[in-house]
């Protein structure tokens, strides 16, 4: 499973437009790039999968360079609901004895 | 439609004892998964449900933790002999199809055991 590495935390103001990026250097061929949001006492919650390129839904946008080894998430003008801890996961479907892993994820802060 | 459901949403046990955790999935996710959330910490991955087998049992944390799932739906998680270490928000989550990356969670159950 490809390893990766997202900031710990970010601060950010309303309104404005956040990107997180998440490193995985050793990405296989196969791996999607997933990633989850996760609000205080819920479970997370899917917000957009990409393989290359860009990806967008109501959501988010989703970046990914040509190689592979990083993607970005793009949160267009936040505001003080999207205060959450966002998740990157990277692989592809899964075979019988894989395990998802959940980093600690990158807590992001919005201030008004 | 219904998302996934998960009872009890609070459990406080005493040291030592049983405790069942039960899973509701989205009707028709044949995927299911079990995680653990210790306090500011990322998702622990515990097992994975296809149907009703489950092919690696090597997440969960000792032999007290045991995990069944009858009928393709419902899962319950069973912790035995509780230690205050098993303390922790459990995850349930569900998917369609083959094990994915794009999974369905519950709100969870917070276990905590005194």
């Known amino acids: 499973l490809a390893k990766t590495t997202q900031p710990i935390s970010m601060d950010s103001y309303e309104g404005q437009e956040v990107n997180i990026t998440c490193s995985h250097n050793n990405i296989a061929t196969n791996d999607y790039i997933t990633w989850y949001q996760q609000f205080p006492s819920q479970g997370p919650r899917f917000i957009i999968q990409g393989y290359k390129t860009k990806v967008t839904n109501e959501v988010a946008s989703l970046f990914i360079p040509a190689d592979r080894k990083s993607s970005t998430l793009s949160l267009p003008r936040v505001s003080l609901s999207d205060t959450a801890v966002y998740y990157c996961l990277v692989g592809h479907i899964m075979n019988r004895d894989d395990k998802i892993i959940f980093g600690k994820g990158t807590r992001l802060h919005i201030l008004p | ?114």
């Open chain 2, 1 to 114: 439609g219904a998302g996934v459901s998960q009872s009890p949403s609070n459990k406080v046990t005493e040291k030592g004892k049983d405790v069942e955790l039960r899973c509701d999935p989205i009707s028709g996710h044949t995927a299911l998964y079990w995680y653990r959330q210790s306090l500011g910490q990322g998702l622990e991955f515990l097992i994975y449900f296809q149907g009703n087998s489950a092919p690696d049992k090597s997440g969960l944390p000792s032999d007290r933790f045991s995990a069944e799932r009858t009928g393709g739906s419902v899962s319950t998680l069973t912790i035995q002999r509780t230690q205050q270490e098993d303390s922790a928000v459990y995850l349930c989550a569900s998917s369609p199809g083959r094990m994915s990356y794009e999974q369905y969670f519950g709100p969870g159950t917070r276990l905590t055991v005194t």
